[in-house]
């Protein structure tokens, strides 16, 4: 039998509640409540770094989201060591990294598969939310059209990449 210790967890990689669980445990950061949800698929840039974690990644790609908290990057940037490695204007930070690389921050939902938005946005008009139409998702802007998936080979390299360089090859 193996004992656990922390020498077995290369990695750890936080998503979306979990980043801002991870940033008020490791940073202190409160977590920073948006008035409106951000809903949609954002256009993020992805920082000029050799990074293995962006390998691969187009300068600038889209990834959903999906919260009503918000991860301004200069926030990140001045109250963290973390490498910020891709960001949005409109949605903040979208992926760091710690300086040992056993910590990876992910804010969005690259694992949403292409109807996920659509089930949330639906879900919420049967509530009688009054939800904002996801940005960049549906064609048009109009829920009858089906969404496309626009994020799939990103978010295939992202936990590839992962996977090889911070936990496999360790």
Same mark, same amino acid.
Not at 40 to 65: E, K, S
Not at 73 to 93: C, F, R, W, Y
Not at 106 to 113: C, F, I, L, Q, S
């Given at each position: 039998m193996i004992k656990w210790s922390e020498e077995h967890v290369t990695s750890t990689l936080f998503s979306c509640w979990g980043v801002a669980a991870a940033l008020n445990i490791f940073y202190d950061l409160p977590m920073l409540n948006r008035k409106d949800k951000l809903s949609g698929v954002y256009l993020h840039n992805r920082a000029q770094t050799t990074d293995p974690l962006i390998r691969g990644f187009d300068d600038v790609f889209y990834a959903p989201q999906s919260r009503f908290i918000d991860f301004p990057t200069q926030v990140i940037e001045d109250n963290t060591?973390?490498?910020?490695l891709a960001d949005s204007p409109e949605a903040g930070m979208f992926l760091a990294v710690s300086p040992d690389g056993r910590q990876i921050f992910v804010t969005g939902h690259p694992e949403y598969d292409a109807?996920?938005?659509?089930?949330?946005?639906? !879900?919420?008009?049967?509530?009688?939310?009054?939800?904002?139409?996801?940005?960049?998702?549906?064609?048009?802007?109009?829920?009858?059209?089906?969404?496309?998936?626009?994020? !799939?080979?990103?978010a295939s390299l992202l936990f590839g990449n992962w996977l090889n360089y911070y936990v496999y090859q360790v």
């Amino acid at each position: 039998m193996i004992k656990w210790s922390e020498e077995h967890v290369t990695s750890t990689l936080f998503s979306c509640w979990g980043v801002a669980a991870a940033l008020n445990i490791f940073y202190d950061l409160p977590m920073l409540n948006r008035k409106d949800k951000l809903s949609g698929v954002y256009l993020h840039n992805r920082a000029q770094t050799t990074d293995p974690l962006i390998r691969g990644f187009d300068d600038v790609f889209y990834a959903p989201q999906s919260r009503f908290i918000d991860f301004p990057t200069q926030v990140i940037e001045d109250n963290t060591d973390l490498h910020v490695l891709a960001d949005s204007p409109e949605a903040g930070m979208f992926l760091a990294v710690s300086p040992d690389g056993r910590q990876i921050f992910v804010t969005g939902h690259p694992e949403y598969d292409a109807l996920t938005l659509a089930e949330e946005y639906r !879900r919420d008009v049967n509530a009688g939310k009054n939800p904002h139409i996801p940005v960049n998702y549906f064609p048009h802007d109009d829920p009858n059209f089906a969404p496309p998936s626009t994020w !799939r080979a990103h978010a295939s390299l992202l936990f590839g990449n992962w996977l090889n360089y911070y936990v496999y090859q360790v």
